[in-house]
């Protein structure tokens, strides 16, 4: 790349309660295609909440998000969202990043699923104008369900990539019923999760 052209990152943000084979295979498909400086992996900070059943901790999460990048050049984990605690707020995360890369295009990287939801983020034109979003297909959904949230004012652009039909709520759901998650998750996740016991039961949010 020459000096000249703009450094581009990506922001790919989710609760991460594990990370899963499904994202990173996805990030692997946009990073093909864009070429990224660098993929952060922002896990959301998630309040303590008595009804909140069902998340690892913060920690946990992130951890899991390092073991799985771990083998990748250009993904890296951000703690941006779970140090600012609070709920997280995209437009906040934005801000933030663009005050930690500026001279930076930043672009959001997220499934078609979450971005059908869009439009109940706090600030979502702002976000749509601040930055490009690119948008994953994932299966079960289509991405032509987006069509109405597609203007001319936005940088838009809508991806079908290979994916895996993997969610984190699947994951969860094969360890209560000790199923095996081989594959489902890369495999130094998997041992993370056996060693400490995580998602053996639906357990209140632990901080
Ligand atoms: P849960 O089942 O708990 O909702 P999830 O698998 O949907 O978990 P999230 O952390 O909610 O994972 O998702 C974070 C981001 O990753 C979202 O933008 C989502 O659309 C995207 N994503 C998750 N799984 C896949 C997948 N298999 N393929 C493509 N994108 C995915
Ligand atoms: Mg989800």
Redesign the pocket.
């Known amino acids: 790349m020459s000096k000249m052209e703009k450094k581009r990152i990506g922001l790919?943000?989710?609760?991460?309660?594990p990370?899963?084979?499904?994202?990173v295979?996805?990030a692997e498909s946009v990073q093909n295609i864009f070429f990224f400086d660098r993929i952060l992996f922002i896990p959301s900070y998630l309040p303590p909440h008595k009804e909140s059943v069902d998340v690892a901790s913060a920690a946990h999460r992130l951890k899991m998000v390092e073991l799985a990048l771990a083998s990748f050049d250009r993904f890296f984990p951000s703690s941006v969202e779970i140090d600012a605690r609070g709920t997280s707020y995209s437009i906040l995360t934005l801000n933030k990043i663009k005050e930690m890369f500026p001279q930076t295009e930043v672009f959001f990287?997220?499934?078609?699923?979450?971005?059908l939801e869009i439009e109940t983020w706090k600030d979502y034109e702002d976000v749509l104008e601040q930055c490009s979003f690119v948008v994953?297909?994932?299966?079960g959904f289509r991405l032509s369900e987006a069509k109405d949230i597609l203007t001319e004012k936005y940088k838009i652009y809508l991806l079908s990539?290979n994916?895996?039909?993997?969610?984190?709520?699947?994951?969860?759901e094969r360890i209560r019923k000790n199923q095996s998650i081989e594959g489902l998750v890369p495999e130094n996740v998997e041992n993370y999760i056996k060693e400490r016991r995580l998602y053996l039961q639906k357990n209140e949010f632990q901080d």
């Open positions: 790919f943000g989710g609760t991460f309660n990370i899963h084979c499904g994202h295979k996805a990287l997220l499934g078609i699923d979450a971005f994953m297909s994932r299966p990539i994916t895996l039909d993997i969610s984190s709520s699947e994951v969860r």
